[in-house]
């Protein structure tokens, strides 16, 4: 029997104006036309509420890409679902986030690429970083709970401290400083994203530091640089055990990342209900528990704190979903990371576009 | 930071109490986190209205329960603010 999950991500378009490489949305990605209509989410959202899920992030791509964005967080609302939009920025007008309020939002949460506004273009791959502003200040102006988050990387890890000031100057109530996870896009831009070792030690001194010093008034979240780590994250609450993920064409997935397991089928929210996906599914079953495990998870004490690491990973770095995650060092898997480490160089990035066919590998 | 009997405890800005219907419990609600709550929890942070006391808190939670409670709030709101969620 599974347990009652808590959390479901909607990403309700893979539509987005950035083009950022390091983007989580997966390599082949969902058209307008293939896009769930305004009633399935909101059936979604009910199915979800009534299956024990209390947290909701409304995401994508650009959620704002979407006209009945201010719908959707009303269905949320009115399911009583902790609604956080997880947005660019972008489109973000003072008459949106108005209508927003209005349909009983109550998190928002902005992305930034840099403090410095003109790497910032750099990464996001158009001028976006000065309408991010805008935005920030739109939200801070109508009373929003507000968070900040940045993906840091090679290019922006030295600048950790000026984007936690920045954070601090707008008010943000939250900040997630979240360090690159390499699927799908970033994957692909792996070698001229990786931080070196130096890099990555002192920004955690910053960020330690900064915790300290904003505690009460800004809350930091440090997401670690798991490559350089010694243990692996843990798979987020175990596989099936709290998560689910919908796709803006209704797959409905285990985890955001769980495309990259093609051994994996999965079913969607138009043919079966959530409640059948999440209880009977064979992609939420596959590795739910440990009987799944191999050496050195299965006799391993740790595998109770990080399920093994993540699924996705051990899958995308070694072709087998069943393998411990190779970060993890109690694995001659190992090798794979530091080899990636070391192939760590400043090269150009691919950009996420929508149109993907014409610029797969 | 610890709590004394004169603090004033506030819940984050960002959570939120609600009673999740599926599991029958009163929950604590913040970005990407839920704490589900015993019924002495939820009725401590009910309580947490920014205007009274610990002191007040544990005056009004005796009364109910017949018994001392001062020591087990404050430990219970010194956790929560370890967590960031409740501010004194």
């Given amino acids: 029997m599974a347990n009652a999950p808590t959390t479901l991500l909607a990403e309700i378009t893979h539509r987005c104006p950035l083009h950022c490489p390091y983007c989580s949305n997966p390599l082949a990605m969902v058209g307008a036309e293939q896009e769930l209509t305004t009633a399935d989410w909101k059936r979604v959202f009910a199915e979800a509420r009534d299956l024990g899920v209390l947290q909701l992030g409304l995401s994508g791509g650009e959620p704002l890409a979407r006209k009945d964005l201010e719908a959707l967080a009303a269905s949320a609302h009115e399911q009583g679902l902790y609604t956080t939009l997880v947005t660019s920025g972008i489109g973000l007008t003072r008459a949106r986030a108005e209508a ?15 403090s410095d506004l003109e790497m910032a273009d750099r990464i996001a791959g158009m001028r976006a970083a000065q309408q991010k502003v805008a935005a920030v200040a739109i939200v801070r102006e109508l009373g929003f709970a507000f968070s900040i988050n940045a993906v840091l990387h090679r290019a922006n890890l030295d600048r950790v401290s000026d984007i936690i000031e920045l954070a601090a100057s707008w008010g943000a109530d939250r900040l997630e400083l979240a360090n690159t996870q390499y699927y799908g896009w970033a994957l692909q831009n792996r070698a001229a994203l990786m931080p070196t070792a130096a890099q990555v030690a002192a920004a955690q001194d910053v960020a330690d530091e900064a915790k300290r010093r904003y505690r009460g008034r800004m809350q930091i979240i440090y997401v670690l640089p798991d490559y350089h780590e010694t243990y692996p994250k843990p798979c987020y ?3 099936g055990n709290v998560y689910i993920v919908v796709t803006p064409d209704g797959r409905t997935l285990p985890c955001h990342g769980a495309t990259e397991i093609t051994t994996l089928a999965f079913d969607n929210v138009r043919d079966r209900s959530l409640a059948w996906i999440w209880e009977e599914s064979s992609a939420f079953n596959a590795y739910r528990g440990d009987d799944w495990m191999k050496e050195p998870c299965r006799s391993c004490p740790r595998k109770a704190v990080d399920f093994g690491g993540c699924r996705c990973q051990a899958f995308a770095l070694t072709a087998d979903a069943t393998n411990a995650d190779p970060v993890c060092t109690l694995t001659p898997l190992r090798s794979i ?4 480490i070391q192939a760590a160089a400043p090269t150009d990035y691919r950009f996420r576009y929508l149109t993907v066919e014409t610029r797969r590998p | 930071m610890t709590f004394t009997p004169s603090s004033v405890p506030t819940l984050w800005r ?28 939820a009725a401590v942070l009910e309580l947490c209205d920014g205007l009274r006391s610990v002191g007040d808190i544990a005056k009004i939670l005796e009364d109910r329960y017949h018994c001392d409670v001062t020591a087990d709030v404050v ?9 960031e969620l409740v501010r004194g």
Wanted: aromatic share 6%; no cysteine.
């Fill in chain 1, 237 to 239: 609450g175990g596989w």
């Fill in chain 1, 337 to 340: 990371i530091d080899q990636a």
């Fill in chain 2, 14 to 41: 960002l959570a939120r109490l609600d009673f999740d219907r599926v599991r029958q419990q009163r929950v604590l609600l913040y970005p990407e986190g839920a704490v589900l709550l015993n019924d002495t929890g």
């Fill in chain 2, 75 to 83: 430990e219970y709101l010194s956790q929560l603010e370890e967590k």
């Fill in chain 1, 100 to 114: 927003l309020r209005e349909a009983g939002l109550e998190h928002i949460q902005i992305s930034i690429q840099d």
